[in-house]
């Protein structure tokens, strides 16, 4: 059952089943995968729904299909086992996999607590397997972009990050176990953020302060986030994550302020005209702006250019560069980025900044961290 790395580094495919047939896998892992077609190979897939299976089969060609995981994973002997079930549910079937010979990718969020997480990162051990994350968004073209300018001679240093986020609730996207968690906000579209923070500041925050008000009481989960990052010398970064407003939706706006320029990226697509006058040149301007997925602008003043751009689903050609990297790893024998170790970090932050909404004091990350090793 354990395939061993030479036999890996040799092969033409690797082999990939998936436990969930869900929207993740729909709509994010089956068209990275397709990206990845000359590398991968998705032989079986797996749900307890059996609609998710008939359309996995049907519309998804995936022609061996189960109701469960342990006998897809006898019967197809993949290599990497892709985890996109409800959150709940990711520990035990990754150690299952695990435990079975198999690398793991997992849905973010890894785990519901940081010793469960830190259950797994000794599984992988003990087991020789590694396991990834799917917190992809820093392989988006937009992130990827604006790393590549920090510490450039046009940006110089990162010295503060902006987030934001305004997003509409509604009864399809509360449907089902996301309506069920009181941690919903932070947990589940928070970490995307706290790993992008990690990502551009190449360090980790030392304090985290977080507020949660909660203006409509009838609400059940946390619908505004308002967090600060603070790093040991001195940057910062503050993050807004607000599902109660009725204006615009924009997915996730970062603005990153460098000692030189600052770069401003979007996810989203827009098509947007602008005009109107720079009053402190008293010059007109006008500007057309067409971006599908996204958008990374470098911005100096009232000067700016686009600098990167995703296609229509930057979520799905950015999890397939980071499952690129993953099977690259694990055929070379290397330890991949973004590993269940390397994610207990952000994991971490997402757990302080409710700890710290609910105590209303700001978390010190290393007693944090020192709590749970
Ligand atoms: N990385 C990203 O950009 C991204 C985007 C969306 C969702 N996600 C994550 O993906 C995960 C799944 O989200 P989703 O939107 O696909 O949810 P979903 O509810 O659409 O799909 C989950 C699937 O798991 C199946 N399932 C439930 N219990 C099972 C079991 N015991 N065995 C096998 N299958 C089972 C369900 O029937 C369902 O089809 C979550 O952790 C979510 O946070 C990540």
């Given at each position: 059952?354990?395939?061993?790395?030479?036999?890996?580094?040799?092969?033409?495919?690797?082999?990939?089943?998936?436990?969930?047939?869900?929207?993740?896998?729909?709509?994010?892992?089956?068209?990275?995968?397709?990206?990845?077609?000359?590398?991968?190979?998705?032989?079986?897939?797996?749900?307890?729904?059996?609609?998710?299976?008939?359309?996995?089969?049907?519309?998804?060609?995936?022609?061996?299909?189960?109701?469960?995981?342990?006998?897809?994973?006898?019967?197809?002997?993949?290599?990497?086992?892709?985890?996109?079930?409800?959150?709940?549910?990711?520990?035990?079937?990754?150690?299952?996999?695990?435990?079975?010979?198999?690398?793991?990718?997992?849905?973010?969020?890894?785990?519901?607590?940081?010793?469960?997480?830190?259950?797994?990162?000794?599984?992988?051990?003990?087991?020789?397997?590694?396991?990834?994350?799917?917190?992809?968004?820093?392989?988006?073209?937009?992130?990827?972009?604006?790393?590549?300018?920090?510490?450039?001679?046009?940006?110089?240093?990162?010295?503060?990050?902006?987030?934001?986020?305004?997003?509409?609730?509604?009864?399809?996207?509360?449907?089902?176990?996301?309506?069920?968690?009181?941690?919903?906000?932070?947990?589940?579209?928070?970490?995307?953020?706290?790993?992008?923070?990690?990502?551009?500041?190449?360090?980790?925050?030392?304090?985290?302060?977080?507020?949660?008000?909660?203006?409509?009481?009838?609400?059940?989960?946390?619908?505004?986030?308002?967090?600060?990052?603070?790093?040991?010398?001195?940057?910062?970064?503050s993050i807004i994550l607000?599902?109660?407003?009725?204006?615009?939706?924009?997915?996730?706006?970062?603005?990153?302020?460098?000692?030189?320029?600052?770069?401003?990226?979007s996810i989203g697509g827009?098509?947007?005209?602008?005009?109107?006058?720079?009053?402190?040149?008293?010059?007109?301007?006008?500007?057309?702006?067409?971006?599908?997925?996204?958008?990374?602008?470098?911005?100096?003043?009232?000067?700016?250019?686009?600098?990167?751009?995703?296609?229509?689903?930057?979520?799905?050609?950015?999890?397939?560069?980071?499952?690129?990297?993953?099977?690259?790893?694990?055929?070379?024998?290397?330890?991949?980025?973004?590993?269940?170790?390397?994610?207990?970090?952000?994991?971490?932050?997402?757990?302080?900044?409710?700890?710290?909404?609910?105590?209303?004091?700001?978390?010190?990350?290393?007693?944090?961290?020192?709590?749970?090793?």
């Open positions: 059952m354990i395939s061993n790395l030479n036999a890996l580094k040799n092969k033409d495919s690797i082999r990939v089943a998936i436990i969930g047939l869900g929207a993740v896998t729909r709509n994010i892992h089956l068209p990275a995968y397709s990206i990845l077609a000359k590398k991968i190979k998705v032989v079986g897939g797996c749900d307890t729904d059996v609609e998710a299976r008939k359309t996995a089969r049907e519309k998804f060609g995936i022609t061996e299909v189960f109701d469960n995981p342990l006998k897809m994973i006898e019967s197809t002997v993949p290599d990497i086992v892709s985890v996109c079930t409800p959150p709940f549910l990711h520990v035990e079937q990754t150690l299952m996999a695990l435990e079975n010979g198999c690398h793991v990718f997992c849905e973010k969020p890894l785990a519901e607590s940081l010793p469960r997480a830190v259950q797994i990162v000794k599984a992988a051990e003990e087991f020789g397997r590694q396991v990834v994350v799917n917190n992809q968004f820093p392989y988006m073209n937009i992130h990827l972009g604006a790393k590549r300018m920090i510490g450039s001679p046009e940006f110089g240093r990162l010295l503060f990050l902006q987030a934001w986020q305004t997003f509409h609730p509604t009864h399809d996207t509360e449907a089902g176990w996301r309506g069920e968690l009181q941690q919903r906000l932070c947990f589940e579209f928070g970490i995307h953020v706290f790993e992008l923070a990690r990502y551009f500041f190449e360090a980790e925050p030392v304090l985290i302060s977080a507020q949660m008000p909660q203006p409509q009481p009838d609400k059940f989960s946390d619908t505004l986030n308002l967090i600060t990052l603070e790093f040991a010398d001195g940057r910062a970064a607000n599902r109660l407003s009725k204006g615009p939706e924009r997915y996730l706006d970062m603005r990153l302020d460098g000692e030189l320029a600052s770069v401003h990226t827009s098509v947007g005209i602008k005009a109107g006058i720079h009053t402190r040149e008293k010059r007109p301007f006008l500007g057309i702006d067409f971006v599908k997925g996204g958008s990374a602008v470098l911005q100096k003043g009232n000067k700016s250019k686009i600098i990167a751009k995703d296609g229509i689903n930057p979520f799905a050609s950015s999890t397939a560069h980071h499952f690129g990297n993953f099977i690259k790893a694990i055929q070379e024998g290397e330890t991949p980025p973004a590993t269940a170790q390397d994610n207990l970090k952000t994991l971490a932050l997402v757990f302080a900044a409710y700890e710290s909404a609910k105590s209303r004091c700001a978390v010190k990350m290393d007693e944090y961290l020192g709590n749970i090793q």
